[in-house]
């Protein structure tokens, strides 16, 4: 792009409530201590707010880069044409705000990000909404905006298109801005509150695009791949009056990964299930079970003490009650060893269930859940609740390490992981599975109790997720 044709309203030195705005967005996107390159980084203001660990600007504009230089010396600048290369990585982010519409050849320089990216990379784009073509000229006309000559007004679809055909895959897009002026109380409102909600939010400013590389189709498909080139697994068992089924769960184990450990945690039983389990566990012989007791309560603290023992790449959860078949968990494999999903979550409301799985009232809620929580976490998320969830354990660590964004909020265990991905744009995928009714003992869940708690749960997603 021409240094005269760039946008520079957004990277001004007068810094307005927009900038100010987009700037907590991307602090909301981007975890601190992140490796992010800013492709049209003006002067430095967005990169240095995000706090990375590494973080490197480049701009085609030599004053602009001596600018930043100057303003954030702890920074790595560069003058360059985005068209031309880009600085390899490896990078855990790269942001084009306010870009695309200035380059000349828009697939040309998603084609150069591409190139930096490595499986783990996420893309975020942020572009002006066309609906806000007349008020930015008139802010141009009267001194409230700069000139943003030769701008291409890309619309969502346009942009989703290009980074489909540059081999990413679109994921997560969020609209935000309703009000660019600074109105005192009011802006505040409209734009952390009210810019959220639909349909208000097709007017929104601003609109952003979070994709990642998309996967090779043909990656290894864990159910046919040789074992020697599948990920190792840890399959997580939480087990509290359970006594019935640990025969059963031992006789059902399936073979996943090129290596595999089953770690049983036990909560706190008052119908002999420790005893069963270790009884059982050594007349089986296998090398394979690790027996855990959690040392708190809730299914959530037997979650996350079982991981931070694990010790192969994926992490897999499944319920100590068989009401999904173990055998299932070949496919949740296949789509991370695939690398279709960053994180895999089982739905239970796709197949028909058994008579008495679950009732009618909580089939009801489940799938009133399924929408507001996709509205909020901005991805698919049919079933939060199905105790079956896949990660790696690289994703649980960082999800781990950045856990006091959220608080010790939840005894579950589901929405902590659900929030977690979120936070860090983990590809979230729901696996469809077969529920089946239990065959011993009666559900931990308690359904007004708990269902209260859902409400809790959501509320919290939008305080920390959605209206920030």
């Known amino acids: 792009m021409r240094p005269d044709d760039r946008t520079s309203s957004f990277h001004s030195s007068r810094r307005s409530l927009y900038h100010d705005r987009i700037c907590e967005v991307y602090r909301q996107l981007v975890l601190p201590g992140s490796r992010v390159l800013d492709v049209g980084c003006g002067n430095g203001d967005l990169l240095a707010s995000l706090d990375p660990v590494r973080g490197v600007g480049v701009d ?3 004053d602009v880069v001596a600018v930043a230089t100057a303003k954030h010396p702890d920074h790595e600048f560069r003058c360059g044409d985005a068209h031309d290369a880009l600085p390899e990585g490896p990078w855990d982010v790269v942001i084009l705000s306010h870009a695309v519409g200035d380059f000349r050849d828009i697939q040309g320089v998603l084609r150069r990000v591409r190139e930096v990216c490595d499986p783990e990379t996420r893309v975020i784009v942020n572009t002006c909404s066309r609906l806000w073509t007349v008020p930015l000229r008139i802010a141009e006309g009267i001194g409230l905006g700069r000139p943003q000559l030769g701008r ?19 994921f997560r897009q969020r609209n935000e801005v309703l009000c660019p002026i600074r109105i005192p109380l009011v802006a505040r409102a409209l734009n952390r509150f009210v810019a959220k909600l639909w349909p208000i939010s097709i007017f929104d400013l601003s609109h952003f695009e979070i994709a990642r590389p998309a996967p090779h189709r043909a990656a290894a498909d864990a159910s046919r791949a040789p074992k020697a080139s599948q990920p190792s697994v840890s399959v997580v068992i939480p087990v509290r009056n359970e006594k019935g089924h640990l025969a059963e769960i031992f006789e059902r184990l399936p073979e996943l990964g090129r290596e595999r450990e089953f770690i049983f945690v036990e909560g706190h039983s008052t119908d002999g299930t420790w005893e069963e389990l270790n009884e059982i566990a050594g007349a089986s012989g296998r090398d394979d079970v690790v ?13 996350r003490h079982a991981f931070a023992a694990a010790r192969h790449e994926v992490l ?66 049919k079933d939060t609740l199905c105790g079956t969830k896949v990660l790696r354990r690289t994703d649980y660590e960082r999800l781990a390490a950045n856990r006091s964004f959220f608080g010790d909020f939840d005894p579950f265990g589901d929405f902590d992981l659900l929030f977690g991905a979120a ?7 729901d696996l469809p599975v077969r529920y089946a009714a239990r065959s011993y003992g009666t559900t931990n869940i308690q359904r007004w109790r708990h269902g209260l708690l859902l409400w809790r749960m959501l509320w919290i997603a939008c305080r920390r997720l959605k209206f920030r």
């Open 60 to 62: 085609i504009d030599p």
């Open 423 to 429: 936070r860090m744009n983990l590809r979230i995928v």
């Open 152 to 170: 291409a007004w890309i619309s969502p679809q346009d942009l989703r298109n290009l980074l489909e055909i540059e081999g990413f895959e679109p």
């Open 316 to 381: 897999m959860i499944l319920d100590g009650d068989l009401s999904v078949p173990p055998e299932s968990l070949d496919r949740f494999l296949e789509v991370i060893a695939s690398g279709r999903g960053d994180f895999v979550n089982g739905v239970r409301l796709v197949y028909p269930m058994e008579r008495e799985a679950m009732r009618f009232a909580n089939l009801i809620f489940n799938n009133l859940f399924a929408v507001l929580f996709t509205w909020v976490l901005e991805q698919p998320v």
């Open 291 to 303: 027996l855990l007791r959690q040392p708190g309560k809730g299914k959530g603290d037997a979650v």
